[in-house]
T-cell receptor, first 109, second 116 residues
Framework: SQQGEEDPQALSIQEGENATMNCSYKTSINNLQWYRQNSGRGLVHLILIRSNEREKHSGRLRVTLDTSKKSSSLLITASRAADTASYFCATDPSNKLTFGGGTRVLVKP | GAVVSQHPSWVICKSGTSVKIECRSL??????MFWYRQFPKQSLMLMATSNEGSKATYEQGVEKDKFLINHASLTLSTLTVTSAHPEDSSFYIC????????????FGPGTRLTVL
């Protein structure tokens, strides 16, 4: 299967709640990145976490990385309707980005 | 900074025609550009890696004669879908990096191709 698998595939939450999604990968990495994609649009880079980092914050986003388990999580706190989008993790085996299947997040107002 | 544009944003064409999609880095020089394809509700699949002044490197299963890539300058890469067929209908997205391959990729807004 593809490097970078995400779960859940879809997530529906109320505005104000937190959203957590996970990403697992298979091979060793230099870094792991998270992207957001609004429907029919390009990708927006959210955050990059390097293989020697365990946690990183950016605004309402918190990313963790566990290289021993080959997994990462993205937490969006205090979600807003504007956070509705698909979220993809991407790893870089062989220096080429490989994307996970994505998590579709719906934040209901 | 780090803005990547694509043109056109959408295109509809007849089967058998060729379509050219442009990808430009607006405020930086892109040593490497990437082309991805995304089918509805699916993830991005890398098609090819494009380096300025050299031939593109295609991923396994991607026909280089069908998807022609030209990276003529440090700010422009083009993808030409030749003799397009309905199964080529997809969302095509490019990305660009300024430095090494491990640098952040900046993505264009994508081009929706519909082949009738």
């Amino acid at each position: 299967s593809q490097q970078g698998e995400e779960d859940p595939q879809a997530l529906s939450i109320q505005e104000g709640e937190n959203a957590t999604m996970n990403c697992s990968y298979k091979t060793s990495i230099n870094n792991l990145q998270w992207y957001r994609q609004n429907s029919g649009r390009g990708l927006v880079h959210l955050i990059l976490i390097r293989s020697n980092e365990r946690e990183k914050h950016s605004g309402r986003l918190r990313v963790t990385l566990d290289t021993s388990k080959k997994s990462s999580s993205l937490l969006i706190t205090a979600s807003r309707a504007a956070d509705t989008a698909s979220y993809f993790c991407a790893t870089d085996p062989s220096n080429k980005l490989t994307f996970g299947g994505g998590t579709r997040v719906l934040v209901k107002p | 900074g780090a803005v990547v544009s694509q043109h056109p944003s959408w295109v509809i064409c007849k089967s058998g025609t060729s379509v050219k999609i442009e990808c430009r880095s607006l405020d930086f020089q892109a040593t490497t550009m990437f082309w991805y394809r995304q089918f509805p509700k699916q993830s991005l699949m890398l098609m090819a890696t494009s380096n300025e002044g050299s031939k593109a490197t295609y991923e396994q299963g991607v026909e280089k004669d069908k998807f022609l890539i030209n990276h003529a300058s440090l700010t422009l890469s083009t993808l030409t879908v030749t003799s397009a067929h309905p199964e080529d209908s997809s969302f095509y997205i490019c990305s660009a990096i300024a430095g090494g391959l491990t640098d952040t990729q900046y993505f264009g807004p994508g081009t929706r191709l519909t082949v009738l």
